[in-house]
């Protein structure tokens, strides 16, 4: 038996009606969440301490003060060139030992926060 055209139409509109109120609701919950994942990056974002400037320091390693889980990252304590003593986060692959010449990096925040990170040793 075959169907006529216009009953084909019907058949087929029926078929997608069908799988787009199956799909709705997924793609509907699909859409929230990403508007949702959307607003809390910006509104995080938005919230972040910026960095103003960054400038690069000469230091000698004075105490290695704490290993991280990984064994390769630690908080060390550095002696910046002809000025006072920081702690400096340091994710090198080996850890810098004391007395060793190291180059930090200084950040200044918006905050007025100023965070060190060792970049290298220096030879």
Same mark, same amino acid.
């Given at each position: 038996?075959?169907?006529? *055209? &216009?009953?084909?139409?019907?058949?087929?509109?029926? $078929?997608? /009606? #069908? /799988?787009?109120? =199956?799909?709705?609701? %997924?793609?509907?919950?699909?859409?929230?969440?990403?508007? +949702?994942?959307? %607003?809390? %990056?910006? !509104?995080?974002? /938005?919230?972040?301490?910026?960095? +103003? &400037? @960054?400038?690069? =320091? !000469?230091?000698?390693?004075?105490?290695?003060?704490?290993?991280? +889980?990984?064994?390769?990252?630690? $908080? $060390?304590?550095?002696?910046?060139?002809?000025? /006072? &003593? +920081? *702690?400096?986060?340091?994710?090198?692959?080996?850890?810098?030992? @004391?007395?060793?010449?190291? @180059?930090?990096? #200084?950040? =200044?925040?918006?905050?007025?926060?100023?965070?060190? *990170?060792?970049?290298? $040793?220096? #030879?």
């Amino acid at each position: 038996m075959r169907l006529s *055209d &216009d009953k084909v139409r019907r058949l087929s509109s029926l $078929i997608w /009606r #069908e /799988r787009l109120r =199956r799909l709705l609701p %997924f793609a509907a919950t699909a859409l929230v969440l990403l508007g +949702v994942s959307t %607003f809390l %990056f910006i !509104n995080q974002a /938005r919230r972040a301490d910026r960095t +103003v &400037d @960054v400038k690069q =320091r !000469n230091a000698t390693v004075v105490h290695v003060k704490q290993f991280a +889980v990984a064994r390769r990252a630690a $908080i $060390i304590t550095v002696h910046l060139d002809g000025d /006072r &003593d +920081v *702690d400096a986060f340091s994710a090198l692959a080996t850890v810098p030992a @004391v007395g060793a010449h190291v @180059v930090v990096s #200084e950040a =200044r925040h918006a905050s007025g926060r100023t965070t060190y *990170d060792i970049m290298r $040793i220096d #030879e």
